[in-house]
C-alpha cells in the first residue's frame, strides 16, 4: 500500500505545475485523497481534497480558483494543477488517502488525522 508523489519543482511566480499522486496496492475508490503542504517553520496545512464517495472536491482559501484537483480512476491517480503560482506556494506537497467507509463522504479534510496512508512528498517552489 503506498502513494507516490511527483511533479514538484522550481517555476516563476505566476505559473503552473501538476502533482500526482499514484497509489499502489489498493484502489483509489474507497478513499478521499487530500493534497497538503508544509512550509519551513509551518504546521502542514491541507491544501485540497477530493472524495470518491460523492466526487466532491475542497480546497484551502489560499487556493481556491488556482488549484484544482482531479482524478483518474483508470490509472488509480490524483492530481493536482496548480497555475498562478505564488512565492507563498512554496512547500513540500503530500498526498494523503483517507478511508470513505461504507460510502460516506471525509469530514474534516483538512484534518491529517484522517488520513492512514501519506506518500512521500514532492518540493514545489516559487521563485524568480
Known amino acids: 500500500v503506498q502513494l507516490q508523489a511527483s511533479g514538484g519543482g522550481l517555476v516563476q511566480p505566476g505559473g503552473s505545475l501538476r502533482l500526482s499522486c499514484a497509489a499502489s496496492?489498493?484502489?483509489?475508490?474507497?478513499?478521499?485523497i487530500g493534497w497538503f503542504r508544509q512550509a519551513p517553520g509551518k504546521e502542514r496545512e491541507g491544501v485540497s481534497c477530493?472524495?470518491?464517495?460523492?466526487?466532491?472536491?475542497f480546497y484551502a482559501d489560499s487556493v481556491k480558483g488556482r488549484f484544482t484537483i482531479s482524478k483518474d480512476n483508470s490509472e488509480n491517480t490524483v492530481y493536482l494543477q496548480m497555475s498562478s503560482l505564488k512565492p507563498e506556494d512554496t512547500a513540500v506537497y503530500f498526498c494523503?488517502?483517507?478511508?470513505?467507509?461504507?460510502?460516506?463522504?471525509?469530514?474534516?479534510?483538512?484534518?491529517?488525522?484522517?488520513?492512514?496512508?501519506w506518500g512521500q512528498g514532492t518540493q514545489v517552489t516559487v521563485s524568480s
Open positions: 494523503a488517502a483517507a478511508p470513505e467507509i461504507l460510502g460516506r463522504r471525509v469530514t474534516t479534510w483538512y484534518n491529517p488525522e484522517k488520513y492512514t496512508t
Open positions: 477530493i472524495s470518491s464517495a460523492d466526487g466532491s472536491t
Open positions: 496496492g489498493f484502489s483509489l475508490n474507497y478513499y478521499a
